[in-house]
């Protein structure tokens, strides 16, 4: 009888090593995002209403929101926010384009050359170790006051982080793939755009989703430094107002901004490297 009980309720083998999921883990990632903002809002009003800082330092929640409510009309209506956002995005896209052109392009040298790898590698490295805003001085005496110093502040910060990753890309491939590339007859100009590229695309989109988050910082950076008309300008200038309000709004509005440019890079690599993705979702049925 025991025998027979227990053949017949024998454990399924892929449930025997299943790990027992964490309950916060099993809370839906829309709702979890709801309660996690939901439980910043109420810790942010409880501090306001403490009166631990004062409300010109740190405003409540509702005075802020009623600003991003404002901010958001004078965008959707065409005012003048909506052209200093405009002014700032010229400046991001362009860096960012910028970043990818040159990056990539020392990322191939340093990545396929040994000249590279020893002799500039070592020059690109000390560059990025200094503090970045310290070069906004030279830019705007380089480029003026205009776009074409953010610009490239932006790209200056955004192109390292291009570099590395693509850099190290071009050296993911393994051995026995390099071999086959070489008794097809393929060139080196061949093995790299058609083998060593493609298997490294993962690295590379990494590196161009931080280049996304840097090139912001840089075209802001140098509207602080050099003055400018876009989002960057006006936050110095809600800043020498006090109006505290006001720089929430425009930084909530530039994190969108940032987001939406991250999510793009996400979305073109989901495009290119479909792979990747096809391969990830393969592996929970293992």
Known sequence: MTDTR???????????????????????????????????????????????????????PAAVGRDILFVGSNLATGGYMLTALWITFQEVMLGFAIAMA???????????SSFGER?????????????????????LAWFGFGISSKVALAAFIATFPIVVSTAAALQMSDDNARMLFKTMGASRWQTLWRMKIPLGLP??????KIAS????????????????????????????????????????????????????VSFVEQRFVF????SGAAEPMR
């Open 6 to 60: 227990l053949a017949g309720s024998v454990t399924p083998p892929e449930t025997i090593w299943r790990e027992e999921v964490p309950l916060l883990d099993r809370i839906p990632r829309p709702i979890g995002m709801v309660l996690v903002l939901a439980a910043f809002l109420l810790l942010w009003q409880g501090v306001h209403a403490l009166g631990i800082f004062s409300p010109i330092i740190l405003p409540g």
């Open 102 to 112: 040159v990056g990539f392009f020392l990322g191939v040298v340093v990545g396929e």
């Open 119 to 139: 002799v500039i590698l070592p020059y690109l490295v000390a560059i990025d170790t200094m503090p970045k805003v310290a070069f906004a001085p030279l830019f």
């Open 203 to 208: 690295q590379i989109f990494t590196g161009l």
């Open 213 to 264: 988050v840097g090139v912001m910082a840089g075209a802001i950076t140098g509207e602080f430094l050099g003055g400018g008309k876009g989002f960057g300008e006006l936050i110095r200038v809600a800043a020498s107002q006090l109006n505290t309000p006001r720089i929430f709004s425009l930084i909530l509005f530039l994190s969108l901004m940032g987001l939406a440019l991250f999510w793009f």
């Open 275 to 278: 792979w990747r993705r096809r």
